[in-house]
């Protein structure tokens, strides 16, 4: 439980550690250090130096636009917890983090940190996923952003290029209201071993107009449950349509064994929390 020798050195701004990345191809940037720091010390991860951009006051904003609401990479969970107006306006977000882990790793845990390591389990990606999420990176080519679509190449493997700092995490402020996160945890380390998050927009006759589901732990990678939207949008939220939708949505992502549970097991998980999800968003009025 020792890692293996490395460098430190706290960047002083975003370019700083930009150009350190650019330098050794072997650093690794370190935000809240709730994933690196435990792969580092079984010696999974062994960086030539660790960039630590904790502080860097850019990062570590939120603002809200006329259109958007951008998170700072480095904003802590605790600190997403304590803005009300993140509560207010993307509620999904605050109920989503509420639940991740503990207070302790929720103290020091970050949005950027998540996003970047990609653990196929996140609870957030189920979130950026079904919001449609937007990542703002920067890097010796400038600046660019990637859509949720792009961002998850495998587990742990996302569009980020080494010489990239993730900025922040961009979301509309024209999402659907209707808005929920539910997930089925791993009893001993409350991972999702499934989690949804479902946005609806649902019209006075009580028809779907918009749905947007994101699905995470069950399958070997964060999903998108857009059958499951298709089959929604336009039919009134009912048992039949529901039902339909949870087998569809299911099917959309892909699922392997594993030493604890069965592929077919994961995909009735996936189908039985995206049910739990459209219920609970359906009782929000």
């Not at 653990?119 to 400038?142: E, K, W, Y």
């Not at 946005?199 to 006075?204: D, F, G, K, T």
């Not at 995470?216 to 039949?240: H, K, N, S, W």
Request: charged fraction near 20%; glycine fraction near 8%; proline fraction near 5%.
């Amino acid at each position: 439980m020792i890692p293996s020798a490395f460098k430190y050195q706290r960047a002083a701004s975003i370019d700083q550690a930009i150009a350190t990345l650019a330098s050794d191809p072997e650093a690794k940037l370190l935000l809240g250090g709730h994933s690196l720091i435990p792969l580092m010390k079984l010696r999974l991860a062994r960086p030539s130096q660790v960039v630590d951009v904790s502080s860097i006051p850019e990062l570590r904003t939120t603002q809200f636009e006329a259109d958007s609401i951008r998170v700072g990479a480095g904003v802590r969970y605790h600190e997403i917890l304590a803005d009300g107006r993140l509560d207010d306006l993307m509620p999904l977000l605050s109920q989503t983090v509420a639940v991740i882990a503990d207070p302790q790793v929720r103290h020091r845990g970050t949005i950027g940190g998540s996003a970047a390591h990609a653990d196929p389990t996140s609870d957030l990606a189920a979130v950026f996923l079904a919001a449609d999420a937007r990542f703002v990176v920067r890097g010796t080519q400038g600046e660019r952003i990637i859509p949720a679509a792009d961002w998850y190449l495998a587990p742990l493997v996302t569009a980020l290029s080494n010489d990239e700092v993730l900025v922040a995490v961009e979301f509309s402020r024209a999402l659907p209201l209707r808005q929920a996160y539910v997930k089925f945890a791993h009893p001993a380390s409350g991972y999702a071993l499934a989690g949804v998050a479902a946005l609806l927009e649902v019209s006075q006759d009580g028809r779907v107009t918009r749905a947007q589901i994101g699905v995470t732990g069950a399958g070997v990678m964060p999903f998108r449950a857009r059958e499951a939207e298709a089959i929604l949008e336009g039919q009134p939220l009912d048992v039949a349509h529901v039902g339909q939708a949870c087998e569809a949505g299911a099917a959309s992502g892909e699922y392997a064994d594993d030493a604890q549970y069965s592929a077919a097991y994961r995909k009735n998980l996936a189908r039985v929390m995206i049910g739990r999800a459209l219920e609970k968003v359906a009782a929000d009025k």
